[in-house]
């Protein structure tokens, strides 16, 4: 049987007025191991080994954090530290993050748990952790100063508190947090509904939206950028280093993102339409719902989507501002477009020696090119399918659609077989001549030339 929200709010409420009397404060040496990880590849997930069942997520590019049941408790350990975060092959950044790894490691738990988080500072300075989106009392918040002590370096803090609702929500420090979010840290929180025929999918997807400032040849993000990112990422990786979303034709797939960069990200994704069912203030009732093919994330926000995979292929899922699907570049390039580049390169080489005219016709030729970059750089855009250069970087990946892939298998299916007569083709031989508009009105020393407008709204021109 479920637990009603009012039954949980009720139970709650006096658990969480007796935490510390029923729990007793806990000792150092009953802290729970932290398991860190060092690889960015995508953990298979983590199935529930005790209490109510439910589908696990996979973080792309990540992991989900063990835990350890202690009487009432789901017990987690969190270790705060600088790690380093391979963005794509070819780029490593000097991040801070949890557990390894920027992001931390996806928790999961029930709706109804009692959580026990403990939080280790290996960084520097002090920091806290806020449950981004959690119901609890306020004295379990993390904003550092307003519900607690900071977190001083070496020390460990404990949070508990029983989750009072299933949905998408997630973790970042409320410390420092122009320096901590700009170098990295954040995780995802999914509580998961505990009647499992909830809101069930067969995959569930989770990323965050983070941004970098990171100069060309450089490891360490610039922590006082305001507007001038230059890395946009998926889970702290930009595209080709993006797992791919694997899934078995008729799936029900459900893909959760958060947004903590400081701009907005219209997150697109082809060959569907989808429904927005989850914020981070919880499940969107069906009759609310509204057919999208892009959704907004909201800056500090989350959103989750749903669509049933029905169309097997190999689809973009990216964010719709151009620039966001670049990867470092010179934010002073300047436009060529329609200049002759062979007079202009001649003059230029005189001044500049080496220099490489490009992008009088557009900049797609950046795509392909082999140019010597700085050490740790990445091209602005790169990756190659199975037609070409795909000219991209930064938020994008592609959702793999196949028939037969069996429950569990995340494994890159490689590039879509596309039937027969189903790719768009070239046309061979003469093409007829595009037809010209006609001509404006012309105008004569008596006025304008009426033109004669048909009921359907036409000009009469032949
Ligand atoms: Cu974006």
Known sequence: MSLSRRDLVGASSLALLSAAAVSGRVQAQSIPEAPTTTTNTMQPPLYPTSGPDYQPVVTLNGWTLPWRQNGDWKEFHLVAEPVEREMAPGMIARLWGYNGQSPGPTIEAVEGDKVRLFVTNRLPEHTSIHWHGQLLPCGMDGVGGLTQPHIKPGKTFVYEFQLMK??????????????????????????????????????????????????????????????????????SRVFPGIDHLVVAKNDRVRVRVGNLTM????????????????????????????????????????????????????????????????????????????????????????????????????????????????????????????????????????????????????????????????????????????????????????????????????????
């Open 166 to 235: 299933s949905g998408t929500f997630m973790y970042h420090p409320h410390a420092d947090e122009m320096v901590q979010m700009a170098m990295g840290m954040m995780g995802f929180f999914v509580v998961h509904p505990r009647d499992p025929k909830l809101h069930r999918v067969d995959r569930d997807f989770v990323f965050l939206l983070a941004s970098y400032d990171i100069d060309p040849g450089n490891y360490v993000p610039k922590v006082s950028e305001m507007l001038n990112f230059n890395m946009w990422t998926f889970n």
């Open 263 to 462: 701009t907005n990200h219209p997150i697109h994704m082809h060959g569907y339409d989808f429904e927005v069912t989850c914020t981070d203030g919880g499940w969107v009732r069906p009759e609310a719902r509204w057919p999208e093919v892009t959704i907004d994330i909201p800056i500090g926000a989350m959103r989750a989507y749903e669509f049933d995979a029905i169309y097997p292929g190999d689809w973009a899922l990216h964010c719709h501002k151009s620039h966001h699907t670049m990867n470092a570049m010179g934010h002073d390039l300047r436009t060529f477009i329609g200049v002759n580049k062979k007079d202009f390169a001649k003059q230029m080489k005189r001044l500049v020696p080496g220099y490489m005219p490009m992008g009088s016709a557009g900049m797609a030729d950046m795509g392909e090119m082999e140019m010597p970059l700085p050490d740790n750089t990445l091209p602005m855009m790169t990756g190659f399918g199975q037609f070409g250069p795909i000219e991209m970087g930064g938020m994008f990946t592609v959702l793999k659609v196949r028939e037969g892939l069996s429950a569990g298998d995340y494994k890159d299916p490689g590039w879509y077989q596309h039937p027969p007569g189903t790719v768009a083709y070239e046309v061979k031989g003469p093409v007829p001549a595009a037809t010209r508009a006609p001509s404006p009105t012309p105008q004569t020393k008596a006025g304008p030339v009426q033109r004669v407008v048909k009921p359907n709204g036409h000009g009469s021109h032949k």
